[in-house]
């Protein structure tokens, strides 16, 4: 396998919008062939953060460097150089498949002579022959999603950003869909998802957690999972569910529970003396315990709890 | 406990548009201080399902009682006992939150006193009471779901129908959105909610999933996993794409997905396969730290109940 190399460099990138400050000293480094994951709340900076990337909008300070340019000087040269596939893919209904391809092809520059061959290989990529003639509005959910990703990557760029790129579309599509990213990023392409939904973070090799405008975690979602949190999470069975709760959240060492059902997720500072303590805890106050034992963290509890902590400490930077 | 009383009846509830079937013959029930979801991806029938129990869309076969009543034959009567808080409120954006919810107190006929002691007591449980005075405009997407949700309740209805409620809603919110509808479930309010994020599910009580109007599986989250035929199995593995590619149809596996650290694999038995994957990895020299089993998502059901139901896929 080749030596990493950086395909896009960010070092202490600060944009301000007056006197908001909407991206607060970010620095880090995407790889070829990483799928990077940013996330964190609406309004955490993300948007901002890609794009700047694009070159669609000017750093206040810092330096961002995408395919070994600087965006701030050449904007328009690494604009050629990316892709972009929005949640809301922006492909026309009333054309075919191949019109639609054609249009973004002329949009992105490519050529006459370069069109036929990066045509093949973008319907062949994406699974779509045979429906190189539909009309876009005909096409079933899982068909225009690759179709949006065909137009987005037929000019072969070397970054690929892509905005919740399965909300709503029905699970085996989805995992279509991450099979041909992942084989895409094989190939060296640098592919940036911004998302909230945890379930299309796992798909991603490294995370970037962004709150208010500064990076609050980085790496992979097992690092994440393993180092981001203090403590751990337990799963909880008793009752009744309202007392339990309102003593749960009150409970010594317990950071925060929500119900899961007809069970908790209980987040401790930390598992073992929580395990001894709380079933006596609980008994004490009159509830029925069942089942207490440990589980493994999501992606949304390092979230909730790296975010949830932020809001709380207000806001010092980590 | 006394037996449940039932809130909801659905008995081949069917709904076509031209020439699709939505709703597909659904059958399910939900008791009375439930949280129940519909579960699928867009184009299922979630919202469709959801018209059709607020009483604002007349099924094409098939009947549904909501609070006792029937939503063919008297669908005003339903209107009287349910909130529904479509995917798209209308919220005002050029309105304050509290003018927000008097216009729709006023709508519902609630008097002033009863308005404000419940908007306060909404809005706290919400954790917006400080933001009373801001536009509707301002709020970010999760504040503006929990004052949707603010106004729906500012009567009390004995059942919710909320479609989609936290699409669109980053994680922190979305748990306190959830921890108001446990707090309206002990109340005994009766919850149907709709999500396509089959992780979000895991928090209801009890769910239904639904795939092109059709349903393909319908109870409590934990013992739908419980009862997944085969295991998925997790590598974990600096080489995800070498693992797949030596996986692949090896007999008595049936998926295998790559994801951000790993591969992850649905095998018929766990306890003959985990050495068998360990000792093909070993073999072809493919580097991993851990092969284990995992507990299943209800994406993961979802995948395997469609692939045994119809091979089309997508």
Known sequence: MNAPSAAVTVQDLVKRFGAFTAVDHVSFEAQRGEVLGFLGPNGAGKSTIIRILCGLLHPTSGEVRVAGLDVARQPEAVRAQIGYMSQRFSLYNDLTAVENLRFFGGLYGVTATEFGPRLQWAIEMAGLAGRELALVGTLAGGWKQRLALACAVLHQPRILFLDEPTSGVDPISRRQFWDLIHRMAATGVTVFVSTHYMDEAEYCHRLALIDRGRLVALGTPGELKRTAMTGGLLLVECEPLGEALAALEQAPGVLEAAIFGDAFHVTVLATEPALRELPGYLSARGLRCGRITPIPLSLEDVFVQKVGREVVAGGTPS | ?314
Request: charged share 20%; with cysteine; aromatic share 6%.
């Open chain 2, 1 to 314: 406990m006394a037996e449940p009383a039932v809130a909801i009846t659905v008995d081949g509830l069917t709904k076509q548009f031209a020439g699709f079937i939505a709703v597909d013959h659904l059958h399910f029930a939900v008791a009375a201080g439930e949280i129940f979801c519909l579960v699928g991806p867009d184009g299922a029938g979630k919202t469709t399902t959801m018209r059709m129990l607020a009483g604002v869309m007349a099924p094409d076969a098939g009947s549904a009682t909501v609070a006792g009543c029937d939503v063919v034959r008297d669908p005003e009567g339903v209107k009287n006992h349910i909130s529904y808080m479509p995917q798209r409120f209308g919220l005002y954006e050029e309105l304050t939150v509290d003018e927000n919810i008097r216009f729709y107190a006023d709508l519902f006929g609630i008097g002033r006193r009863e308005r404000e002691l419940r908007a306060a007591q909404l809005l706290a449980a919400a954790g917006m009471a400080r933001f009373h005075d801001r536009l509707a405009g301002q709020l970010s997407g999760g504040m503006k779901q929990k004052l949707g949700l603010s106004c729906a309740l500012i009567h009390t209805p004995r059942v919710l129908l909320l479609d989609e409620p936290t699409t669109g809603v980053d994680p922190v919110s979305r748990r306190d959105f959830w921890r108001l509808l446990y707090r309206l479930a002990a109340e005994g309010v009766t919850v149907l909610a709709s999500t396509a994020y089959m992780d979000e599910a895991e928090r209801c009580h009890r769910l239904a999933l639904l795939h092109r109007g059709r349903l393909l599986l319908c109870d409590a989250p934990s013992r739908l996993k419980a009862g997944m035929p085969g295991a998925v199995v997790a590598v974990t593995t600096s080489a995800p794409a070498a693992v797949r590619d030596e996986l692949q149809g090896m007999p008595g596996i049936s998926s295998v997905l790559v994801v951000g650290d790993g591969t992850h694999l649905v095998v018929d038995d766990a306890e003959s396969h985990l050495p068998a994957i360990r000792a093909r990895l070993r073999a072809a020299a493919i580097p991993f730290s851990e092969v284990a089993r995992v507990a299943p998502t209800i994406e993961d059901l979802f995948v395997a109940s469609v692939g045994s139901q119809d091979k089309g896929g997508s």
